[in-house]
Structure formats: structure tokens, C-alpha cells
């Protein structure tokens, strides 16, 4: 089964929005071969696709868990260097 899900996040900050795809970016390059996953800017969105290929919907699950997780540390790093600064 094919499955295609997209995330967007909306950031009125460009550096924030680069500082997140960055964040998020490795992810993209080492994924399973039924898992596609491209995260890019548009606007002043975030927006990763994902294109899961296989019969375990638990591995799209653990891949949007793991996304939004490494979303929400890239949050609050950003937050925490604002704060010091």
C-alpha cells in the first residue's frame, strides 16, 4: 500500500525556518527503501513529504513521531539561544 503524508509547519522567521530544514534535513538521507522523504521551503512554510511504500504503517508512524521530535528539540534549542542572547 501506498501512503503519502505531508507536514507543514509555518514559521514567520526565516532564519527559524532554515535552522528547522537544516535540523531536520539529515533524516532525509539515509531512509529504508519503501520510505521517501524530502523536506524543503516554501513560503514561509516547512514542509517535509513523506511516501511510505509497504504493508507496516508503524514504520510511517515512527518515521512522522521521529520528524516531529527532531522539529520540537530544533524549537527549543532555538528558543533556549534566544533567551541567553
Same mark, same amino acid.
Request: aromatic share 4%; net charge positive.
Given at each position: 500500500?501506498k501512503i503519502k503524508a505531508e ?8 532564519? %527559524? ?12 538521507? %539515509?531512509?529504508?527503501? +519503501?520510505?521517501?522523504? %524530502? ?16 504493508? +507496516? ?26 533567551? %541567553?542572547?
Amino acid at each position: 500500500m501506498k501512503i503519502k503524508a505531508e507536514i507543514s509547519l509555518t514559521y514567520e522567521d526565516e532564519k %527559524k525556518r532554515k535552522a528547522i530544514l537544516m535540523a531536520i534535513s539529515p533524516d532525509n538521507v %539515509k531512509t529504508p527503501k +519503501n520510505l521517501d522523504i %524530502k523536506s524543503f521551503i516554501e513560503k514561509n512554510k516547512v514542509i517535509t513529504l513523506i511516501v511510505y511504500n509497504g504493508e +507496516n504503517l508503524l514504520t510511517l508512524q515512527s518515521t512522522i513521531d521521529d520528524l516531529l521530535s527532531c522539529v520540537s528539540i530544533a524549537e527549543k534549542t532555538i528558543s533556549a539561544l534566544k533567551t %541567553k542572547n
